[in-house]
T-cell receptor
Framework: ETGVTQSPTHLIKTRGQQVTLRCSSQ?????VSWYQQALGQGPQFIFQ???????GRGNFPPRFSGLQFPNYSSELNVNALELDDSALYLC????????????FGSGTRLTVV | AQSVSQHNHHVILSEAASLELGCNYS??????LFWYVQYPGQHLQLLLK??????LVKGIKGFEAEFIKSKFSFNLRKPSVQWSDTAEYFC????????????FGKGTTLSVSS
């Protein structure tokens, strides 16, 4: 098992900029979910992709968007960054759409200044 | 609002003490329940999960949790904690009403002194 890898590990951006975060799923996993974890809070669901299609979305504005590629890797894009977007962004993969044996990555720490 | 509540923000115990961390959720209907742990500097790891069947589930490292449907609770327990159990613990719920999302509580920080 290679696990879930995320890049970059840390990132500093300026308000108004755009950012792309990347995630490589665990081998064999076809479902990927993204979560935002603010300091002192639990992870909050952003969206999920299953076989390259969005399969569910949390309460996040449209400037949060994503992609899943044929190899099941994924990107999270955030446009027009705001200070409140500063958080740890977690990617989690699983074997199937409703299989909740999620494997989490270590996250990308985004700081917006 | 529908949510997942973890009663304790920070718990401090001595080694060998017993642990119980509370978790309550407000979703009706079918739920799947989870406890995750995050050790310092590491990623979230699944401790245990409940989908159906025996409401007492056993997980890794001697942890167990009991699903009490009437109380909408899924408390985590360990009879005797070790220093290495120092970590942050998250309760999470998947409910039919919430679709595919895992809804997490705010977490409980456990500090174990040797």
């Amino acid at each position: 098992e290679t696990g879930v890898t995320q890049s970059p590990t840390h990132l500093i951006k300026t308000r108004g900029q755009q950012v792309t975060l990347r995630c490589s799923s665990q081998s064999g996993h076809n479902t990927v979910s993204w979560y935002q974890q603010a300091l002192g809070q639990g992870p909050q669901f952003i969206f999920q992709y299953y076989r390259e299609e969005e399969n569910g979305r949390g309460n996040f504005p449209p400037r949060f968007s994503g992609l899943q590629f044929p190899n099941y890797s994924s990107e999270l894009n955030v446009n027009a960054l705001e200070l409140d977007d500063s958080a740890l962004y977690l990617c989690a993969s699983s074997l199937a759409k409703f299989n909740y044996g999620y494997t989490f990555g270590s996250g990308t720490r985004l700081t917006v200044v | 609002a529908q949510s997942v509540s973890q009663h304790n923000h920070h718990v401090i115990l001595s080694e060998a003490a017993s642990l119980e961390l509370g978790c309550n959720y407000s979703y009706g209907g079918t739920v799947n329940l989870f406890w995750y742990v995050q050790y310092p500097g590491q990623h979230l790891q699944l401790l245990l999960k409940y989908f159906s069947g025996d409401p007492l589930v056993k997980g890794i490292k001697g942890f167990e949790a009991e699903f009490i449907k009437s109380k909408f609770s899924f408390n985590l327990r360990k009879p005797s904690v070790q220093w290495s159990d120092t970590a942050e613990y998250f309760c999470a719920v998947n409910a039919e009403q919430a679709g595919t999302a895992l809804i997490f509580g705010k977490g409980t920080t456990l500090s174990v002194s040797s």
